[in-house]
Nanobody, 115 residues
Framework: QVQLVESGGGLVQAGGSLRLSCLAS????????LGWYHQAPGKQRELVAA???????TYASSVKGRFTISRDNAKNMVYLQMNNLKPEDTGLYYC?????????WGQGTQVTVSS
């Protein structure tokens, strides 16, 4: 079992920045794929950014150039640096770890961007 705990959400004005953090319960950060997902109010959860065990990254087109995903294997952490935030970035952000056979979600952290 892998437990993921997100933190770093909050209220920020448009144009501001936040850094989300996701702590994994054991040393799985260096294996599998880690992703950040966004769920806007009343909408489905969508992939924002992901990083593979080989450090390849992928981003949703809506966040390219604004968000950066990174990880620290030694600390079992994955981060999402969010710059130039927009009101449409508001919602819950979830961390997900995907292995070959299974996957786990965190409980989410709320981000609210005011205009």
């Amino acid at each position: 079992q892998v437990q993921l705990v997100e933190s770093g959400g909050g209220l920020v004005q448009a144009g501001g920045s936040l850094r989300l953090s996701c702590l994994a319960s054991r040393s799985v950060v260096s294996i599998g794929t880690l992703g950040w997902y966004h769920q806007a109010p009343g909408k489905q959860r969508e992939l924002v950014a992901a990083i593979t065990s080989g450090s390849s990254t992928t981003y949703a087109s809506s966040v390219k150039g604004r968000f950066t995903i990174s990880r620290d294997n030694a600390k079992n952490m994955v981060y999402l640096q969010m710059n130039n935030l927009k009101p449409e970035d508001t919602g819950l952000y979830y961390c997900k770890w995907s292995g070959y056979y299974n996957y786990y979600w965190g409980q989410g952290t709320q981000v609210t961007v005011s205009s």
